[in-house]
């Protein structure tokens, strides 16, 4: 199947700073990008879809402001996480889509923890 | 909200076939069943998916009722390894539409 990788896997940030988490597919272009948000015993909540070259679409209950979303190319879509804090702690997952309708292949996460 | 419906919890023993079912009672004629699942801090994995007719591949079987109101996962030989969430999703055909993830199942394989 196709590879999706998220850079950094896990990272430790103050509070009031901000974070960038990339999200690659390795071998196939995605027109689509998807960003979640897992916390600990919970399920998947997904935040936003990003189509290469237009803005993002948000979910109800999402600030655009603060999860900035950029997907410039057709293999790489960013989170920014800005004035993280610690209620901001999570597992934020990627997933691609382009390879056929309806297959999305998900990255392996990033650990993000604002102290 | 999700539009299927899942045990909490199932358990299975190292060897033996583990069988998940999904309720998704409100499927549309235009919708697949997907299976995804979570092992503990990783990214969700595909499975299998399916319309209306059985499918196999080298990770499980997918038994979708003739109503298609429910479909039932199969691990024919459970590993240890397939202690995971798995995760059944209703999705429109075509395009490149947002999975909702409701809470599973959690498939425990004991040894």
């Known amino acids: 199947g196709a590879v999706v990788s998220q850079h950094p896997s896990w990272v430790i940030c103050k509070s009031g700073t901000s974070v960038k988490i990339e999200c690659r597919s390795l071998d196939f272009q995605a027109t689509t990008m998807f960003w979640y948000r897992q916390f600990p015993k919970q399920s998947l909540m997904l935040m936003a879809t990003?189509?290469?070259?237009?803005?993002?679409?948000?979910e109800q209950g999402v600030e655009k402001d603060k999860f900035l979303i950029n997907h410039a190319s057709l293999t790489l879509s960013t989170l920014t996480v800005t004035s993280a804090h610690p209620e901001d702690s999570s597992f934020y997952i990627c997933?691609?889509?382009?390879?056929?309708?309806?297959?999305?292949?998900f990255g392996p996460g990033t650990r993000l923890t604002v102290l | 909200d999700a539009k299927t419906t899942q045990p909490t919890s199932m358990d299975c023993a190292e060897g033996r076939a583990a069988n998940l079912p999904c309720n998704h009672s409100?499927?549309?004629?235009?919708?697949?069943v997907y299976w995804y699942r979570q092992i503990h801090s990783q990214g969700p994995q595909y499975i299998i998916h399916?319309?209306?007719n059985n499918e196999t591949n080298e990770m499980a079987s997918l038994i979708i009722t003739e109503d298609r109101k429910s479909s039932t996962l199969i691990l024919p030989h459970a590993t240890l390894r397939d202690t995971a969430v798995y995760y059944c999703?209703?999705?429109?055909?075509?395009?490149?539409?947002?999975?909702?993830f409701g809470k599973g199942t959690k498939l425990t394989v004991n040894p």
């Open positions: 990003s189509n290469e070259g237009s803005k993002a679409t948000y």
């Open positions: 999703i209703v999705i429109r055909v075509g395009g490149s539409e947002k999975l909702v």
């Open positions: 409100t499927i549309s004629g235009n919708e697949y």
């Open positions: 997933s691609a889509s382009g390879l056929a309708a309806n297959e999305q292949f």
């Open positions: 399916g319309l209306k």
